[in-house]
Nanobody
Framework: QVQLVQSGGGLVQAGGSLRLSCAAS??????YGWFRQAPGKEREFVGA???????TYADSVKGRFTISRDNAKNPVYLQMNYLKPEDTAVYFC?????????????????WGQGTQVTVSS
């Protein structure tokens, strides 16, 4: 059974840091993405990483968030620094077999369970 299991998240003050992880079981994927969804808003792209390590980020998180993966390619991490209250959302990891680090959620085949990130002002 293919699963993406997320861990991390929680409550942090503005300016603080958190790290999320996403571990795949059942298979390895070429590309992972991170998305988030705030209450009353649509799911939005945060960033993605390809098998070769190419990364792309949403403008709203560039310079603050970093996606990484170790040599085993699993798990994938989302390091979030200098967090802002507007980063508050449920964060989801997603995986696809395609090579490109897509920002379109419809391009992803598997999703993690989601984890809450709350940033207080």
């Amino acid at each position: 059974q293919v699963q993406l299991v997320q861990s991390g998240g929680g409550l942090v003050q503005a300016g603080g840091s958190l790290r999320l992880s996403c571990a795949a079981s059942g298979r390895l994927f070429r590309t992972y993405g991170w998305f988030r969804q705030a209450p009353g808003k649509e799911r939005e792209f945060v960033g993605a990483i390809s098998w070769s390590g190419d990364r792309t980020y949403a403008d709203s998180v560039k310079g603050r968030f970093t996606i990484s993966r170790d040599n085993a390619k699993n798990p994938v991490y989302l390091q979030m620094n200098y967090l802002k209250p507007e980063d508050t959302a449920v964060y989801f990891c997603a995986a696809r077999m395609g090579l490109a680090p897509s920002g379109q959620h419809n391009d992803y085949d598997y999703w993690g369970q989601g984890t809450q990130v709350t940033v207080s002002s």
